[in-house]
């Protein structure tokens, strides 16, 4: 039995004739490629929503577990990056681009929702790894550090995609309103973000330019009043970015789409690490996270803070590739054309990744 006529039978389906023609604006999956929301009709009740390419491509089992397996060896790139050269610390940002290739390959309608969902995981392996580290390595309370953590995830997450069963797509209806209230969330994490992220520009100027900007800055955003709101803010936009993630995993298609879900699923774990780190360094050390807190460890050659190399590198152009997805879905829906659209994530990927890199130069020489 041919590839299509096992998951055939795997379905327990019929699948449609693969010589149905997608509707005009319906990618080869079958799903509309310009704004990610399925436009192919819904199936009916007790009909899967499968389609005939879905069925030809179904991801092997070593496509799906790549992902995995590349982040499980993510902490020994790290540590030979430190032991040899920069070159090989670069390499660690293999694994999350790996990831993302992989959650784009595993679509929706192929029925392996875990395995993408690990993928995504995965792209956020540096925040994660950031954050286990951060919050298990120096305390003593607990019996494990985050390696030990981060063995058992990502051992475990193999298994689970090893084992997982093709099932019949899902998709989960969009939420709106959800949705906008994340973008309005965003706007104001991104009013701070900007002024954050100039404010790391300085750092190329020298530690003390960094600590002046950072000086007056700090005035508005660690008011009594702000503080609160901005932490209010970005707890708020982490648990809205987690149930949107979840529901637009079963549906999401296209590269935009992926890319908005992949990194999307950097911020969360970013922010989840990130904020904790500040404030546990803020509240329980009684650090003062300016510069020197910063550029303390040695990034390249730490052993341990060089896990934060491509954490930040990257997170500035998650953030900027994020919210450049944002912004193209509300052009198209306000009838920007698609070419726009694609116009406006490429500009985000590519100033944020030019400040990245300059943020980069200023810590590294520091
Ligand atoms: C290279 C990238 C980044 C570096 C090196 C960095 C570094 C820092 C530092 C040093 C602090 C402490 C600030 C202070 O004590 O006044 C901080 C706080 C914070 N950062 Fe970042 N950051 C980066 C990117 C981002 C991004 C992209 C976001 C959001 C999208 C973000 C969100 C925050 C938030 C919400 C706080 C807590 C603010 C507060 O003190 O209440 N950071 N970051």
């Known amino acids: 039995m041919d590839q299509r006529g096992q998951r055939d039978r795997a379905y327990g389906v019929h699948m449609l004739d693969a010589s149905t023609k997608p509707q005009v604006g319906v990618d080869r999956r079958g799903q509309r490629a310009d704004d990610g929301e399925p436009t192919s009709t819904p199936p009916r009740a007790g009909e899967p929503a499968l389609t005939a390419q879905s069925s030809i491509r179904a991801p092997s089992l070593a496509v799906r577990a790549v ?7 993510y902490p020994a790139i790290i540590w030979c990056g ?9 390499l660690s940002l293999g694994v999350p681009l790996l990831a993302l ?19 995504h995981l995965a792209v956020a392996a540096p925040p994660l790894f950031s954050l286990l580290g951060g919050w298990l390595d120096f305390q003593h309370a607990l019996p494990f550090h985050g390696l030990t953590v981060w063995i058992a995830v990502w051992s475990a997450a193999l298994v689970a995609v090893a084992i997982e069963r093709p099932c019949p797509a ?12 994340h973008g309005i969330s965003a706007a104001v994490i991104t ?14 100027f020298g530690g003390e330019t960094h600590i002046a900007v950072m000086s007056v800055l700090r005035t508005i955003y660690r008011n009594a009043l702000v503080e609160p709101v901005l932490l209010a803010v970005v707890a708020f936009q982490v648990a809205t970015g987690t149930v949107l993630l979840w529901r637009k995993l079963t549906r999401a298609n296209g590269w935009f789409d992926t890319l908005q879900t992949a990194t999307g699923a950097y ?11 500040a404030l546990r360094a803020r509240y329980l050390r009684g650090t003062d996270t300016n510069w020197a807190w910063l550029s303390g460890g040695e990034l390249l050659t730490d052993p341990w803070s060089a896990r934060l190399a491509p954490y930040y590198f990257l997170a500035v152009i998650a953030f900027g590739v994020h919210g450049a997805c944002g912004l193209r879905k509300v ?9 726009l659209g694609a116009r406006l994530v490429a500009l985000g990927a590519a ?10 130069a200023g810590l590294v020489r520091a």
């Open 67 to 73: 992902a995995p397996l590349a982040a499980l060896l």
């Open 82 to 90: 430190v032991r040899s050269s920069p070159i090989v610390l670069a």
């Open 101 to 119: 290739a992989v959650g784009h390959h595993i679509a929706p309608a192929d029925g392996f929702p875990r395995a993408r969902r690990v993928a």
């Open 170 to 181: 899902s998709p989960a209806a969009p939420s709106r309103h959800l949705a906008m209230a």
């Open 191 to 204: 009013l701070f973000a900007a002024a954050h992220v100039f404010n790391h520009l300085a750092g190329l």
């Open 267 to 277: 911020m969360l774990l970013f922010l989840l690490s990130h904020v904790s780190a």
């Open 331 to 339: 052009a198209l829906g306000h009838g920007a054309s698609p070419v």
């Open 351 to 360: 100033v944020s990744t030019v400040v990245s890199a300059l943020i980069f």
